[in-house]
């Protein structure tokens, strides 16, 4: 809030936000509800930095379904957790109650993905990402799966029909693969064992070892390889946009839209940054995230603002991608399809998001 005062124009969007995260949270108040129900709300709030706004403002039905499916994964994917993560660990009992009262097609959903989804994780508990082949099917198990389910949801919720597989997983891979982007430091360094889910076949053309990345010198071959790894993620957009045009409830719409542009948006900030080598995270950066979130949850309601924000972050990419970059031309030529993607929509307005404040910074999560 100081640091805000010294903004003053920044006061009203940072109330903004505020105020709806009371109104979402209102709905899923611990007060109104049965303990197992307090306990997966009051977690999801702690342990989901993305996803905790976008599930509360679900409608009732698919909002439980959904906050527990988020659960059941976090706590698949926590393995020995802190804090809240210890607390979901330990009080799972709550979530099993609340998953039994589902009914029975979104049992059937989440326990097939989460089955699923825990026999690829164990796979690659002895298994390393080698190959580019070996990348997209990690992050199929992790986060294609993920999406899978979600669309089996809301076709079980009769708000949506069934989407193509294919473009349910892309949707995860999308978002997962701009994760592991953003997270090279942090699963590098990680104790007592680092982590490296950026595929050899890709970091081997730069350096001999991913962690090379790290030191300075090697700063430009680090950023070769980032600009390369933006350039793979690249490749789900059209997919993402094909599977966002197909939804017709508003609600599950906003729910999928947010976070596909936020994260389109943070794609944009990391490519041919060389900060996600560095780490750095300070506060005017957490603020600054905040308030061009708060813009995009205000302005993506429609597939018009979703063409409207990748047409603009395809132009801002465009404007960074340095001519001596050795994907420079692949990047481009997956740049120029997604724009004209957009403008073939007919649907392109004057708009524009205040994407300069995003530009050069590396920003925390969502
Ligand atoms: C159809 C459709 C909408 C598909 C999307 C599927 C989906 C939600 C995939 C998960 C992506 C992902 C990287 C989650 C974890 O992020 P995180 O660990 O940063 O999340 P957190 O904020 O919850 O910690």
């Not at 979104?106 to 097939?112: G, H």
């Not at 972050?313 to 031309?329: G, H, L, Q, Y």
């Not at 030529?333 to 929509?345: A, F, G, Q, V």
Request: proline residues 3%; contains cysteine; aromatic residues 12%.
């Amino acid at each position: 809030m100081g640091e805000t005062i010294k903004h003053p124009d920044e006061f009203y969007p940072l109330m903004k936000l505020m105020l709806l995260a009371k109104r979402v949270e209102k709905k899923t108040s611990v007060w109104l509800l049965q303990p197992h129900w307090a306990f997966c709300y009051a977690t999801l709030r702690k342990v989901s930095r993305s996803f905790a706004l976008v599930i509360q403002q679900l409608p009732s039905d698919l909002r439980d379904v959904v906050c527990v499916y988020y659960l059941v994964l976090r706590a698949l994917d926590t393995v020995g957790g802190t804090m809240a993560f210890k607390v979901l660990m330990d009080q799972f009992h709550h979530v099993s109650t609340a998953f039994l009262e589902l009914d029975t097609d979104y049992l059937e959903v989440i326990k097939d993905i989460t089955k699923r989804m825990g026999e690829g994780m164990a796979k690659f508990l002895s298994k390393e990402v080698e190959t580019i082949d070996d990348y997209n099917e990690y992050c199929h198990y992790v986060a294609g799966l993920c999406g899978l389910g979600l669309s089996k949801l809301f076709y079980a919720s009769g708000r949506e029909d069934l989407a193509p597989e294919s473009l349910s997983i892309s949707m995860g891979l999308f978002l997962q693969k701009i994760s592991i982007v953003r997270d090279y430091l942090e699963d590098i360094n990680e104790l007592p064992k680092c982590r490296m889910f950026w595929p050899r076949q890709i970091w081997s053309k730069y350096v001999n070892k991913l962690k090379d990345f790290k030191y300075e010198d090697n700063s430009v071959k680090a950023v070769q390889c980032l600009n390369e790894m933006v350039t793979n993620a690249l490749l789900h957009v059209e997919y993402c946009l094909v599977y966002m045009y197909n939804l017709r409830d508003p609600a599950i719409f906003q729910f999928c839209a947010i976070p596909l542009v936020i994260n389109m948006g943070n794609l944009t900030v990391y490519y041919n940054n060389v900060v996600i080598f560095k780490g750095v995270v300070e506060m005017r950066r957490g603020i600054d995230t905040l308030l061009v979130n708060m813009h995009i949850i205000d302005q993506t309601r429609t597939m018009a603002d979703v063409y409207g924000a990748f047409f603009d972050f395809c132009c801002i990419m465009e404007s960074k991608v340095d001519r001596d970059d050795p994907n420079a031309t692949s990047t481009l030529k997956r740049l120029e399809e997604i724009s004209k993607t957009c403008r073939d929509s007919g649907t392109l307005l004057n708009q524009r998001f205040d994407v300069e404040k995003k530009e050069a910074k590396v920003t925390p999560k969502f």
